[in-house]
């Protein structure tokens, strides 16, 4: 069996996996990092998003083994860097704010694939937000609250201690 190691949301792994084990199974099952949750069978929905090195990846979509040597961050990783003292990443503030959320299967995956789009584009229009998410299904709210949201944290994360004004 393969031993791989890798950083996930600060504390180093290293582990003998399985070839075939997906990403998302090995944070899951092995780490504990529920947080992360499966959706779909059909790398659709997006739930199962993760940073892999500062980038969005589907983790069900992603080898344990095409991890190794990586910087995973999931959900769980956030909000406790120094950068966020109170607990809570913006984002994660931003989502909650604005009720961006009904049941929560899809926040964890929505909210680090809005991080990776701010990355790429940290003023995105609506119209650049509905586009830099449409990898990401929501069931629940249509989606007009988590644009909100993802503008929020965005001008925040711009300007720490300003917030957007949404209508
Ligand atoms: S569980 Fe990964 S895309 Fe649905
Ligand atoms: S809040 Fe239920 S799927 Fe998005």
Same mark, same amino acid.
């Given at each position: 069996?393969?031993? @791989?190691?890798?950083?996930?949301?600060?504390?180093?792994?290293?582990?003998?996996?399985?070839?075939?084990?997906?990403?998302?199974?090995? *944070?899951? %099952?092995?780490?504990?990092?529920?947080?992360?949750?499966? $959706?779909?069978?059909?790398?659709? &929905?997006?739930? &199962?998003?993760?940073?892999?090195?500062?980038?969005?990846?589907?983790?069900?979509?992603?080898?344990?083994?095409?991890?190794?040597?990586?910087?995973?961050?999931?959900?769980?990783?956030?909000?406790? %860097?120094?950068?966020?003292?109170? $607990?809570?990443?913006?984002?994660?503030?931003?989502?909650?704010?604005?009720?961006?959320?009904?049941?929560?299967?899809?926040?964890?995956?929505? @909210?680090?694939?809005?991080?990776?789009? *701010?990355?790429?584009?940290?003023?995105?229009? %609506?119209?650049?937000?509905?586009? $830099?998410?449409?990898?990401?299904?929501?069931?629940?709210? $249509?989606?007009?609250? @988590?644009?909100?949201?993802?503008?929020?944290?965005?001008?925040?994360?711009?300007?720490?201690?300003?917030?957007?004004?949404?209508?």
């Amino acid at each position: 069996m393969p031993r @791989i190691r890798m950083e996930v949301d600060g504390a180093t792994y290293e582990d003998d996996v399985e070839p075939r084990l997906l990403l998302v199974h090995y *944070l899951r %099952e092995r780490l504990g990092k529920v947080g992360t949750p499966v $959706g779909c069978d059909t790398s659709n &929905c997006g739930a &199962c998003t993760v940073l892999m090195d500062g980038m969005s990846v589907k983790s069900c979509s992603v080898l344990a083994v095409q991890a190794d040597g990586q910087d995973v961050t999931t959900v769980e990783g956030l909000g406790v %860097e120094p950068s966020t003292p109170g $607990g809570t990443h913006p984002m994660q503030r931003a989502f909650h704010e604005e009720h961006a959320l009904q049941c929560g299967y899809c926040t964890p995956g929505m @909210i680090m694939a809005s991080l990776d789009l *701010l990355r790429e584009n940290p003023d995105p229009s %609506e119209d650049e937000v509905r586009e $830099g998410l449409e990898g990401n299904l929501c069931r629940c709210t $249509g989606y007009q609250n @988590i644009v909100k949201a993802v503008r929020r944290a965005a001008s925040e994360m711009r300007e720490p201690g300003r917030q957007e004004v949404t209508p």
